[in-house]
């Protein structure tokens, strides 16, 4: 089957991609690989219309509960590997191996957690390291939690992890945060948290857990030791593009170029939300963005 539009992501633009595409009754395929992308990880959401406060999850199954009323085909599960030019449509093979054609696709695969890139990162993903404290801040309990990262993220971070473990030392790289002054309230509020500046984490240790990391102080160039027993990385996130590169411009961060209706360097493909080049990344953004590109995908159809 060739579809009128293939949907790539499960993320806030990517949902409102599909509802929008679905309300011009086109043939449509959304591919997810995870659905809500990045706002599972946000504890509480305080910035979306009509919502005082909401936590990251149940925003999204707003949101999946309002899409999956219209009328598309949804495939979980799947990773993009590549997008190749077909003729006059586009294919998108996926890990796993399955192919789908579409005469247009929307790109929403939104942004990953960046990684530090230092010794014991990988190994002890899972084992002490997260990228998620909603995930994972219950598991801390009574424990010594760092939290490397200087902006809203390690903010929040640190913050719900407060509620559980004993201590939490934020580790920031540079001499001030860059945070909201909202949150910046919280944190000074905060009796369990401990701001370190100029930290540069060279190593995460342990045995078959986390039990500490090396980190080096940039002002005096000190290289000391900190007994924790967790990590999170929170130094930002980058752009789920490789999959995309061979057939669309993407800038030096690797997000892709879009133009005001959304279109890419290559006509027929569209992309929205936080894997394009648009100057601010906010849910409400996405979103916008999402409505945007599937306005622009179904023009381009007719």
Request: net charge neutral.
């Amino acid at each position: 089957m060739i579809y009128d539009i293939i949907i790539i992501g499960g993320g806030p633009a990517a949902l409102s991609a599909g509802i929008y595409a679905a309300r011009k009754k086109l043939n449509l395929l959304l591919l997810v690989k995870e659905w809500g992308g990045q706002m599972n990880e946000a504890a509480r959401i305080e910035n979306y219309l009509g919502f005082n406060s909401i936590s990251g999850a149940e925003l999204v199954h707003k949101f999946i509960t309002h899409l999956k009323k219209f009328d598309l085909e949804i495939k979980e599960n799947q990773e993009i590997k590549e997008v190749k030019k077909a003729g006059l449509e586009f294919e998108v093979i996926s890990v796993n191996g399955d192919k789908h054609q579409g005469k247009s696709l929307i790109i929403a695969s939104g942004k990953g957690p960046k990684k530090l890139g230092v010794p014991g990162e990988e190994e002890f993903i899972g084992k002490g390291v997260s990228f998620c404290a909603t995930c994972d801040a219950p598991l801390f309990a009574n424990k010594k939690v760092a939290v490397i990262g200087g902006g809203n993220a390690a903010a929040e971070a640190a913050l719900e992890t407060s509620e559980y473990a004993s201590e939490i030392y934020l580790l920031a790289l540079n001499p001030k945060l860059r945070i909201d002054k909202v949150e910046q309230e919280k944190i000074k509020a905060a009796s369990n948290i401990k701001i370190l500046f100029n930290v540069q984490v060279e190593k995460i240790q342990g045995n078959k857990f986390v039990t500490g990391l090396v980190y080096r102080d940039k002002i005096s160039q000190e290289e000391k030791k900190m007994s924790v027993e967790g990590v999170y990385i929170e130094i930002g996130s980058v752009p789920i593009s490789n999959f995309v590169k061979s057939v669309v411009e993407l800038n030096k961060e690797g997000e892709i170029k879009t133009d005001f209706r959304n279109m890419t360097s290559c006509p027929g493909i569209f992309a929205a939300g936080d894997v394009t080049d648009v100057f601010h990344k906010q849910i409400i953004i996405a979103a916008g963005e999402g409505a945007k590109a599937a306005i622009s995908a179904s023009e381009y159809l007719s």
